[in-house]
Every structure is written in C-alpha cells, then in structure tokens.
T-cell receptor, first 112, second 116 residues
Framework: ETGVTQSPTHLIKTRGQQVTLRCSSQ?????VSWYQQALGQGPQFIFQYYREEENGRGNFPPRFSGLQFPNYSSELNVNALELDDSALYLC???????????FGQGTRLTVV | AQTVTQSQPEMSVQEAETVTLSCTYD???????LFWYKQPPSRQMILVIRQEAYKQQNATENRFSVNFQKAAKSFSLKISDSQLGDTAMYFCAFMKHQYNFNKFYFGSGTKLNVKP
C-alpha cells in the first residue's frame, strides 16, 4: 500500500459527457501528477500540480483540466469525453525530496 | 525530448530461475533517475528499484538488481530466484532531476510470466 488512493475504481461514461476523477495523495506529499495509460501502453503524463498550481503539462488538450486542494488532494476533470479517452488514469504523489513517486491503483474509465 | 524503449513485449521464466528485462533510453540530460515499476493485474504501479544517474554503483533490492550503463544509455533489470508473484507488467521509466517537477517517461512495458 502506498497511501495514494483514487476514486472511483471503475467508471463508465457516454461520449460527450464530463467526468471527475479524484486522488488523495500520501501524507507529506505536496505534488500530484496524473497519467493516462491506454490499454497495452505505458502511462503518459497529463499534468502535475504543486502547491495548488499546475506546473507542468503533457500533450493533452484543454478539455483535460485539474485542481489541487489545500490538503494536496487532487481532481482530474475531462470534458466532452471521446471514445479514445477510455483508459486507466493513474495519480502519482511525490515530494521534492522523494526523487520519484508513489502511484494510486488507478481509475478505469470506459467511454461508450 | 526523452524516450524510453523496451524491446521485449513479453517474456517467460521458470520459477526459481533468473531473467533479465532490457531497457534503453535517450536523453541529453546528465542528472536524472531511472526506475523499474511493476504493474500486476491489480493495476497499482509498484516501485521495484531506482537508480540515480550520478551513482556508478548499480542499485540492488533483494532479488532485484540493475545493470546501469550510462554511456550506452542502457538500464536492464535482473530478477533472481523468480517467484510466481513476480508475474506482472514491468515498466522502465526515466525522470529528469528537476526541482519540484517529477515527470516520468515510461517505456511500453514487458509482460513477465513466471511459470511453475
């Protein structure tokens, strides 16, 4: 167990809908990153939040957005869902000293 | 840009034997980290081993060890005395050493099957 928890574990949405995924970071970690892992592929970086500010973003469109709260938990929001958004979404929690990250168990999103 | 390549999509090994998973990467950075993560069917990405690029000594964690060749940009994982619980996807990952920014670049993964 890493102390990083994500909810929900599974989700089915219809194309065009909006979805919010949640992540509670490990105690003491002030940085949260989100990754998208398509079936059979490695995770791809979406963005990272440090102390409630987005401080880095991967090659994802603006309909992927996020928030980080004062307790360092985080949300990933995806608007106007597309079929290709079907994937495992992983949250990673880290701190400056860690030199790495701990991952949650992921949310499996299916868009139909 | 950083890239990570895992050229073995799938590997099999008998229980108690040794297996080596390959990984190469490309970067112009001099200060970075390399990782091996394990992802079992439960989906959780579990850290297996970490290597800091400035350290010449290869990292070891119990049955897991790496062969880090910085000049060749190679980072292989050796699993000794393989156990059934080692069956999983294994991902090699690169992370640039950067203040307050931890972006991973992952390879495409190697599926390891440990057979009884």
């Amino acid at each position: 167990e890493t102390g990083v928890t994500q909810s929900p574990t599974h989700l089915i949405k219809t194309r065009g809908q909006q979805v919010t995924l949640r992540c509670s970071s490990q105690s003491g970690h002030n940085t949260v990153s989100w990754y998208q892992q398509a079936l059979g592929q490695g995770p791809q970086f979406i963005f990272q939040y440090y102390r409630e500010e987005e401080n880095g973003r991967g090659n994802f469109p603006p309909r992927f957005s996020g928030l980080q709260f004062p307790n360092y938990s985080s949300e990933l929001n995806v608007n106007a869902l597309e079929l290709d958004d079907s994937a495992l979404y992983l949250c990673a929690s880290s701190s400056r000293e860690l030199g790495g990250a701990f991952f949650g168990q992921g949310t499996r999103l299916t868009v139909v | 840009a950083q890239t990570v390549t895992q050229s073995q999509p799938e590997m099999s090994v008998q229980e108690a034997e040794t297996v080596t998973l390959s990984c190469t990467y490309d970067t112009s950075e001099s200060n970075y980290y390399l990782f091996w993560y394990k992802q079992p069917p439960s989906r959780q990405m579990i850290l297996v081993i970490r290597q800091e690029a400035y350290k010449q000594q290869n990292a070891t964690e119990n049955r897991f060890s790496v062969n880090f060749q910085k000049a060749a940009k190679s980072f292989s994982l050796k699993i000794s005395d393989s156990q059934l619980g080692d069956t999983a996807m294994y991902f090699c990952a690169f992370m640039k050493h950067q203040y307050n920014f931890n972006k991973f670049y992952f390879g495409s993964g190697t599926k390891l099957n440990v057979k009884p």
